[in-house]
C-alpha cells in the first residue's frame, strides 16, 4: 500500500486498545520501525503511564474514546490493530455486558473504520475461544468446549463473535482482516492488581505475602514474554497472502502453577510461602498452544525463556513499586481477585 500520510513516515497504524499491556508494547515496535501510530484508548483498563514516553514521539497521537462509540477518522489508515477489550477475568466481569461489546460492537466499528480507508485488520483474539479444551496442545481447527452462559462467557464468547465478523468480512470482500488468539502473555506493564497469574504471583512475593494457588495447582499455562507476542502480531498483520485461517501465538513451553509460583519464590528475596484456595468455576485444566501454523506462515516462534522473561518483569515491578520490595514492615496480606488462576492473554 502507497504511504499516505504527509510526513514521508511509514505507515499510518490505529491501535486499538494502545494504552493497555500489550497494546502499548505493540504501539512503541510500531513506532520503533518507523510508522506512525495513532493509540485510540478508553483508559479502562489501559494507563496512561503505559504510553507516557510514547506521548514525546510527534509520529504517536494519543485518541481517548471507546471502541463501542462510533470512530471517526479523516486521516487515511494503512493498518488497524484491534486489542480492545478487558483481559483479565477480575476486569472482563467487573461489567460484562460491556466486554460482551466491546468485543461485537467495538469489533464492527473498527472493521467498518478499516473498510473505508481500505485498512488491513489485525483481531486479538484469545485462546479462552477453546475454553477448558479436550485437545492438548490446542490447535487452530479446534473448535473448542466452552461454557456459552457461565460467568467467563462474556469474553470468551465476545472474541468468538469477534473472530466470526472478521472472517465474515474478509469472505465479503470487505476487509482484509487477520486473526491471532493470544495465549498467556507476561511482561512489563502489567497491571499489579488485574487478576493475571503472573502479576499476582510477583506482587504477593515483593510483598512477602502469601502466593494464592487456586486448587492443587497441577493446572497448566504456557506463557509467552511481551516482546515475543508482539513480534508476532506484526508478522501476522505483514503476512502476504492473508492465510485466512486464525493463528496461534503463544510460547508452547508448559509449566504447572505451582512450578511458576515456585519459580517466583527463587527469583524475589521473600518471606513468602504457597496457599492454596478453591478452584473457580470453568478454569481450564491445561492450556498450550500448537504453534505449527506461526511457524509456517509466519516462520515464528517465541526466543526469550521464562526463567528470562520472569527476571525482565520482576525487575520492572520492583521499579514501579518500591515500596514493595521485600524487607517493608508486613502488614496484612493484600486480597489478589478471586479469579486469579484464570488470568489470560492481553
Known amino acids: 500500500m502507497a504511504k499516505r500520510n504527509g510526513a514521508n513516515r511509514g505507515k499510518v497504524i490505529l491501535v486499538a486498545g494502545g494504552a493497555g499491556f500489550v497494546g502499548s508494547h505493540l504501539c512503541s515496535a510500531l513506532l520503533d520501525a518507523g510508522n506512525r501510530v495513532i ?6 483498563t489501559g494507563s496512561p503511564a503505559n504510553v507516557a514516553e510514547l506521548q514525546r514521539n510527534p509520529y504517536f497521537t494519543m485518541v481517548e474514546q471507546d471502541v463501542c462509540d462510533e470512530i471517526a477518522s479523516d486521516e487515511p489508515l494503512d493498518e488497524i490493530y484491534n486489542l480492545a477489550c478487558p483481559a483479565s477475568p477480575p476486569s472482563y466481569q467487573a461489567d460484562p455486558i460491556h466486554t460482551m ?7 464492527g466499528n473498527l472493521l467498518r473504520l478499516a473498510a473505508r480507508h481500505g485498512a488491513r485488520f489485525l483481531q486479538a483474539s484469545t485462546s479462552e475461544i477453546y475454553g477448558d479444551p479436550q485437545q492438548h496442545p490446542q490447535r487452530e481447527e479446534y473448535w473448542g468446549h466452552v461454557n456459552c452462559t457461565g460467568p467467563r462467557a462474556c469474553y470468551d464468547e465476545g472474541k468468538r463473535a469477534a473472530e466470526a465478523l472478521c472472517f465474515d468480512s474478509l469472505r465479503a470482500g470487505s476487509v482484509d482482516a487477520k486473526v491471532a488468539r493470544i495465549f498467556n502473555t507476561y511482561g512489563p506493564h502489567m497491571r499489579p492488581n488485574d487478576g493475571r497469574i503472573v502479576s499476582n504471583f510477583i506482587v504477593q512475593a515483593l510483598n512477602n ?3 494464592t494457588v487456586y486448587g492443587s495447582g497441577e493446572q497448566t499455562r504456557s506463557f509467552c514474554y511481551v516482546s515475543d507476542l508482539v513480534e508476532g502480531l506484526i508478522r501476522l498483520m505483514n503476512r502476504n497472502p492473508n492465510p485466512g485461517v486464525p493463528v496461534n501465538l503463544g510460547n508452547p513451553g508448559e509449566f504447572t502453577v505451582i512450578e511458576l509460583a515456585e519459580l517466583v519464590l527463587s527469583k524475589v528475596r521473600t518471606a513468602s510461602t504457597i496457599v492454596h484456595a478453591p478452584l473457580p468455576p470453568d478454569d481450564p485444566q491445561r492450556r498450550r498452544p500448537d504453534i505449527s501454523r506461526a511457524k509456517s506462515l509466519l516462520g515464528w516462534e517465541p526466543k526469550v525463556p521464562l526463567q528470562e522473561g520472569l527476571t525482565h518483569t520482576i525487575g520492572w515491578f520492583q521499579r514501579m513499586l518500591p515500596e514493595q520490595r521485600p524487607g517493608r514492615r508486613r502488614g496484612r496480606p493484600t486480597r489478589q481477585p478471586e479469579m486469579s488462576a484464570l488470568s489470560q492473554d492481553l
Open 39 to 44: 493509540c485510540l484508548d478508553s483508559y479502562l
Open 101 to 107: 461489546m466491546t468485543s461485537v460492537t467495538g469489533t
Open 209 to 211: 505475602e502469601p502466593l
